[in-house]
């Protein structure tokens, strides 16, 4: 009985292997070439090659997987590509990532989205071949001078990388000393991951607290930050830091990390315990479709601000590629460089509702691309010929995929 | 008095041999299926790019079950094995930069491990406890200390730059230094007495005890040889990418752990304790890995397939009726 059970899960594990396979994806030794029903407006069909395209993401779930997920299956679609999910290493590691990639790795894939960095240098050793973007990732240390994968900006198969928000910490700082401002907030108190795994945080705790000690020399009412930076280990805030007696008529936390994850549900439960000041509000990053989380948004809600890098800044990564593997880089790119995404600042209730209804990255669904198939085109150079690099830039840098860009 | 059946000798080898029979069988059948079917997808797993990459993906884990033979035999495991691979790569990069030389940091790592060695073997039973309570606390310590370093070093990836780093990558060395190992680990487990008194304490500790076995200084010997295994396997992880990490080699543990129970390891040791588990476990694994992309299963999909192979393979080797793992 024993043996006929699991030679009938071993058949029914072969059908279904066979069932899943997907001969769509099979490789031919070369990229392919099809010919896309969809041409440039106003000139012939352009021959195009095409293939598989790896997308190499810690995430595999949560509304901002989802919305990848959504806009890549839409646009690739369009373009002819096909595309596979690789799970890189959760912590990064170099060898995990390299690992990830060459088990997915099929003699079909033109290009790499990676969302990790651990290990690139090494990855496009191994695959010479193929071209890659960097997309959503802190990597001001890691390609910088003396970085572990600063060997990446002098191949020219890598195609430069857009950031998760800002590059650089001092931007970053900037915009968090900005909100405090309009805000109001008088105390408040910061925390951040540590600077050995995310060192443009730290630049931007220091960068926040050099504008608050600039603008307190002329602020009619100053604003006192109180005590050093609390960085987290990667585990939530700990109880213990609402209880010190200087914490407890807090007007903000600023927390430029995951906050909704390891800030919220502590600052929640000390309110509720009557531990701190019912009015502290949170400022933070992360995104999280929670509906009780997002009910304590704006108003009287505990959390106020939330900053995420655009989900749609995805089209840089998708364009550069294309442009790549079509061998028609524009005429005024001039090499790889780290650009900042589109910056999705959600700082009031009427942000938050509309974000709730037409964004992408809570509804994950294609009806409300703001980069559509109209909009990518227009930064294809085998699409329209007049395609540069720094429109393609600009439009990133506009307020087409933020929150007041949503339709 | 019921009179117990006897089973047929055909039967009673069948029996006896389930689990080999099971693993070798496991593996086999993957070969087969991925020969047939991922031509079928455009690349052979036969090709050299995938052979380099079933090799690559192999090597760690295999080298780390060799070695890990020997304590599994006990009756034992090690969960600390994974950082301590974390451990030695990074020391590996660090004083490999800062000496220009591998050799240094190979001998620092080696001794590392017979210091690890002596207090996972011994502390067990000196302390009265179970054997895996030691080698959790190492876990734990060597966790903080890698993290120190890294919060020191003031980064999360250290890149080896004071030298080349190609020749581990090359499939034909990995292959040697398997090889190599499991004639060496083979031969120490099978004919001198540090394997059999290994099996024998796993078969029955109080016996062995009985029979004027130290086992403390077995048990010992044991765990050394796992490390240098593990030091070896360290070699080739930071050569890989010539990189380490803070997370490298998290998760090390339970590959080993796969690929033993895949390979047919009874995981209460003794006498069926066998060092070809350790490789047929280690190929069958890395071959689901790289087989089950090439033939188009999504990266999500594989881990169901694999833990429904682990599942199978439990199952058929799980000898005792109501128990969960082999024995």
Not at chain 1, 71 to 83: H, P, S, V
Not at chain 1, 194 to 208: E, G, I, Q, R, S
Request: aromatic share 10%; hydrophobic share 45%.
């Amino acid at each position: 009985m024993k043996k006929i059970l699991a030679l009938l899960l071993a058949l029914t594990m072969v059908f279904a292997l066979v069932a899943c396979g997907n001969p769509g994806a099979a490789g031919t030794g070369t990229p392919n070439t099809d010919t896309p029903t969809t041409g440039t407006p106003g000139s012939e069909t352009p021959e195009r090659k095409t293939g598989k395209i790896l997308f190499c993401s810690s995430l595999t779930d949560g509304p901002q997987y989802e919305a990848y997920t959504t806009y890549l299956d839409t646009i690739l679609d369009e373009l002819g590509y096909t595309w596979e999910l690789v799970i890189g290493d959760p912590s990064n590691d170099p060898a995990g990532n390299l690992t990830a990639v060459r088990n997915a790795m099929t003699n079909n894939v033109v290009g790499l989205i990676t969302a990790q960095d651990g290990g690139l240098a090494e990855i496009m050793a191994e695959y010479p071949d193929m071209y890659v973007v960097g997309f959503m990732t802190d990597m001001a240390g890691v390609f910088g001078e003396g970085g572990t994968s600063a060997a990446c900006m002098e191949n020219d198969h890598f195609l430069g990388t857009v950031g998760d928000q800002y590059i650089s910490g001092e931007s970053l700082g900037k915009l968090y000393f900005d909100i405090v401002v309009e805000q109001g907030y008088q105390k408040v108190s910061t925390v951040t991951f540590p600077p050995f795994a995310y060192p443009n945080l730290m630049v931007a705790d220091v960068t926040f607290r050099a504008l608050v000690a600039e603008y307190n020399k002329t602020a009619a009412k100053p604003i006192e930050i109180v005590g050093d930076v609390e960085v987290l280990m990667f585990e939530p805030l700990s109880d213990a830091y609402f209880m010190d007696a200087s914490r407890k008529d807090l007007d903000a936390v600023v927390a430029p990390i995951a906050g909704c994850s390891f800030v919220y549900p502590t600052l929640k439960a000390a309110i509720e315990a009557g531990t701190i000041s019912a009015d502290t509000k949170l400022i933070t990053s992360g995104f999280d479709s929670d509906e009780s989380l997002l009910a304590d948004f704006g108003g009287d809600g505990v959390i106020q601000s939330i900053v995420i890098g655009g989900v749609e800044s995805i089209i840089w990564p998708v364009v550069m590629l294309d442009n790549a593997v079509q061998g028609k880089l524009p005429a005024d790119y001039a090499g790889p460089e780290q650009v900042d995404s589109a910056i999705f600042l959600i700082d009031s209730r009427e942000d938050m509702d509309k974000v709730i209804s037409d964004s992408l990255l809570y509804t994950g669904d294609a009806a409300h691309i703001a980069a559509d198939w109209n909009t990518v085109k227009t930064y294809l150079t085998s699409y329209n010929e007049n395609a540069s690099y720094a429109a393609l830039k600009e439009y990133l840098a506009s307020d087409a995929l933020t929150v007041d860009g949503l339709k | 008095m019921e009179k117990k059946r006897k089973l047929r000798p055909d039967r009673q080898w069948l029996r006896h041999h389930a689990a080999s029979l099971t693993a070798y069988g496991g593996l086999i059948f993957c070969v087969v299926l991925f020969t047939v079917l991922t031509p079928m997808f455009g690349e052979s797993i036969w090709s050299e790019r995938k052979l380099a990459t079933l090799m690559s993906n192999v090597i760690v884990t295999a080298l780390m079950s060799v070695g890990a033979v020997f304590v599994y035999a006990l009756g034992n495991m090690d969960i600390s094995i994974g950082r301590q691979v974390g451990l030695y790569a990074t020391l590996m990069v660090l004083l490999g930069n800062s000496t220009g030389s591998l050799l240094l940091p190979i001998v620092l790592c080696v001794a590392l491990s017979v210091v690890f060695a002596v207090i996972n073997g011994a502390a067990g039973d000196l302390l009265k406890m179970h054997p895996i309570i030691p080698s959790l606390v190492l876990m734990f310590f060597l966790m903080g200390v890698n993290s120190l370093i890294y919060v020191k070093l003031d980064t999360r990836n250290i890149a080896l730059t004071a030298m080349p780093h190609d020749v581990f990558k090359s499939p034909w060395l990995m292959l040697a230094v398997l090889a190599a190992e499991v004639l060496i680990v083979s031969y120490l487990f099978r004919y001198t007495r540090f394997g059999k008194y290994a099996r024998a304490i796993g078969a029955n500790q109080v016996a062995t005890r009985q029979c004027g076995v130290n086992l403390i200084r077995y048990k010992i010997i044991a765990y050394i040889i796992m490390g240098v295994c593990v030091v070896v396997a360290s070699l080739f992880q930071m050569g890989y990418t010539g990189a380490a990490s803070d997370a490298t080699g998290t998760g090390f543990e339970m590959d080993v752990m796969v690929a033993l129970i895949l390979g047919g390891m009874p995981l209460s040791g003794g006498m069926r304790s066998k060092v070809s588990c350790a490789v047929v476990g280690a190929f069958t694994f890395a071959l689901l890995d790289v087989g089950l992309p090439m033939i188009g299963i999504p990266t999500k999909v594989t881990f169901l397939i694999k833990a429904l192979i682990f599942l199978v393979v439990i199952y058929i080797t799980c000898r005792k009726k109501d128990g969960v793992l082999p024995r």
